[in-house]
């Protein structure tokens, strides 16, 4: 029984911010604790990222925070971040918040107990028979197999709704305690956003098209515990990501590929568009190179990653919001890298809706002028 995505959207945080500031707030921040930061000054503005939004203010960043201060930012921030790309994407699917059966919330930058989806609960008008479904720890994999995991609990439950948000404030991890290049460079990458998709068991019946989802596919590869992930320090979050994930993907990522297109009985000739996620330029050309595509191939990848910088988890939703608003037909696959060390996948296909019986309704493929710029 396919599942059927019905709504899909994006929302970002107010305090948007240009690379060339951020360069010089961290200049003055960094700068004077990190003797080689002038060094690696020039990834600022090579890195592909040309802004990025963020949920605290810039004074929040200038000023020295610890555990609680960030998850309080997370919670206050972050809440109404979740609650802008759940009503977005549940007017997209034309469905009100009570009559979502499940809402599975995919975020790893914050804590915080209840979680998101409960903290929103009333404000949502969630139905109080809701299954929530929070997910933490999947990183830059999230918004794969966030939508693997929802797509398996609408299979699971014919008729029922299922709300996916993958939320991350990537920015509010900023340390300048213990710097090292992998913090500059999470400083040249990162930002925060949100994404919400609704996935339905029921096929709609007023768009030309429809948007199918089959069960995804994951690998972990043993023994990368340490490529990527969080240390839990004194006053926060310490980023591990290791500089060798651009060659990890260049050595690794085919391989990986061809055995999910296997498990999916699929081969590359029956995929018309790859969906990734954009980790930085460097990781977005490995993937290009390992699956022979044309230059360019990633091309609303490297837009998402200039107008947003790397969001870890939604990062691949709003690519995926760009490629269907432009009309994608076909089968896509969705995919990303995160924490384990894992490869996530998730196969996607827009068919015409031979149950169509509105010819003219807009399709959530079609809604050209929307896209976040
Ligand atoms: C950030 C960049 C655009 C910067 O490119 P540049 O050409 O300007 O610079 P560069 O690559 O030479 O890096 C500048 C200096 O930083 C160091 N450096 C780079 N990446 C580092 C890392 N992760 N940890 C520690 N140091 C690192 C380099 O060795 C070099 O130092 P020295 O000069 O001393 O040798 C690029 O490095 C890039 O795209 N890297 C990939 C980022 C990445 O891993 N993203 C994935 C996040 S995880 C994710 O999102 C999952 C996924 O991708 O699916």
Same mark, same amino acid.
């Given at each position: 029984?396919?599942?059927?995505?019905?709504? $899909?959207?994006?929302?970002?945080?107010?305090?948007?911010?240009?690379?060339?500031?951020?360069?010089? %707030?961290?200049?003055?921040?960094?700068?004077?604790?990190?003797?080689?930061?002038?060094? +690696?000054?020039?990834?600022? +503005?090579?890195?592909?990222? =040309?802004?990025?939004?963020?949920?605290?203010?810039? =004074?929040?960043?200038?000023?020295?925070?610890?555990?609680?201060?960030?998850?309080?930012?997370?919670?206050?921030?972050?809440?109404?971040?979740?609650? =802008?790309?759940?009503?977005?994407?549940?007017?997209?699917?034309?469905?009100?918040?009570?009559?979502?059966?499940?809402?599975?919330?995919?975020?790893?930058?914050?804590?915080?107990?209840?979680?998101?989806?409960?903290?929103?609960?009333?404000?949502?008008?969630? !139905?109080?028979?809701?299954?929530?479904?929070?997910?933490?720890?999947?990183?830059?994999?999230?918004?794969?197999?966030?939508?693997?995991?929802? /797509?398996?609990? @609408?299979?699971?439950?014919? &008729?029922?709704?299922?709300?996916?948000?993958? $939320?991350?404030?990537?920015?509010?991890?900023?340390?300048? *305690? /213990?710097?090292?290049?992998? *913090?500059?460079?999470?400083?040249?990458?990162?930002?925060?956003?949100?994404?919400?998709?609704?996935?339905?068991?029921?096929?709609?019946?007023?768009?030309?098209?429809?948007? =199918? $989802?089959?069960?995804?596919? /994951?690998?972990?590869?043993?023994?990368?515990?340490?490529? +990527?992930?969080?240390?839990?320090?004194?006053?926060?979050?310490?980023?591990?990501?290791?500089?060798?994930?651009?060659?990890?993907?260049?050595?690794?990522?085919?391989?990986?590929?061809?055995?999910?297109?296997?498990?999916?009985?699929?081969?590359?000739?029956?995929?018309?568009?790859?969906?990734?996620?954009?980790?930085?330029?460097?990781?977005? /050309?490995?993937?290009?190179?390992?699956?022979?595509?044309?230059? &360019? @191939?990633?091309?609303?990848?490297?837009?998402? $990653?200039?107008?947003?910088?790397?969001? !870890?988890?939604?990062?691949?939703?709003?690519?995926?919001?760009?490629?269907?608003?432009?009309?994608?037909?076909?089968?896509?696959? +969705?995919?990303?890298?995160?924490? &384990?060390?894992?490869? !996530?996948?998730?196969?996607?296909?827009?068919?015409? %809706?031979?149950?169509?019986?509105?010819?003219?309704?807009?399709?959530?493929?079609?809604?050209?002028?929307?896209?976040?710029?």
């Amino acid at each position: 029984m396919p599942v059927y995505l019905t709504g $899909l959207a994006t929302a970002v945080p107010p305090y948007e911010k240009p690379q060339s500031l951020v360069l010089e %707030n961290a200049r003055h921040l960094l700068g004077p604790k990190f003797p080689a930061f002038e060094r +690696m000054a020039g990834s600022f +503005m090579s890195s592909g990222v =040309e802004k990025r939004h963020s949920l605290a203010p810039l =004074e929040w960043y200038l000023e020295p925070q610890n555990w609680k201060t960030r998850n309080e930012m997370y919670l206050r921030a972050g809440k109404e971040l979740f609650i =802008e790309a759940s009503r977005k994407a549940l007017l997209e699917a034309d469905l009100r918040a009570d009559e979502i059966d499940c809402v599975v919330t995919v975020s790893s930058t914050g804590i915080v107990t209840p979680t998101l989806e409960a903290q929103a609960f009333l404000e949502m008008g969630f !139905s109080q028979d809701i299954m929530r479904v929070p997910v933490f720890g999947l990183g830059c994999a999230g918004g794969v197999s966030g939508m693997a995991i929802a /797509q398996r609990l @609408a299979q699971a439950k014919p &008729g029922s709704n299922v709300l996916l948000v993958a $939320l991350e404030g990537c920015s509010l991890s900023l340390r300048v *305690d /213990q710097l090292t290049k992998a *913090d500059i460079i999470a400083t040249v990458l990162f930002g925060d956003g949100a994404a919400a998709a609704v996935l339905s068991a029921t096929k709609p019946k007023d768009t030309n098209f429809v948007i =199918e $989802l089959a069960p995804g596919h /994951q690998e972990m590869w043993p023994d990368t515990l340490n490529i +990527m992930g969080w240390k839990v320090e004194e006053d926060g979050l310490g980023v591990v990501f290791d500089r060798s994930i651009p060659d990890f993907a260049a050595e690794h990522f085919r391989d990986v590929v061809d055995r999910t297109l296997d498990a999916l009985s699929m081969n590359m000739g029956d995929v018309d568009r790859f969906v990734c996620h954009p980790g930085g330029t460097k990781v977005a /050309q490995a993937i290009e190179d390992a699956l022979d595509l044309q230059p &360019g @191939a990633l091309d609303a990848e490297r837009e998402v $990653l200039r107008d947003f910088g790397n969001m !870890s988890a939604p990062t691949v939703l709003f690519v995926l919001d760009r490629v269907l608003k432009r009309g994608a037909q076909g089968n896509m696959i +969705m995919c990303a890298l995160g924490p &384990g060390f894992t490869a !996530s996948f998730q196969p996607i296909a827009v068919v015409a %809706n031979e149950a169509s019986n509105k010819r003219n309704a807009t399709d959530l493929r079609k809604r050209e002028g929307t896209v976040n710029a």
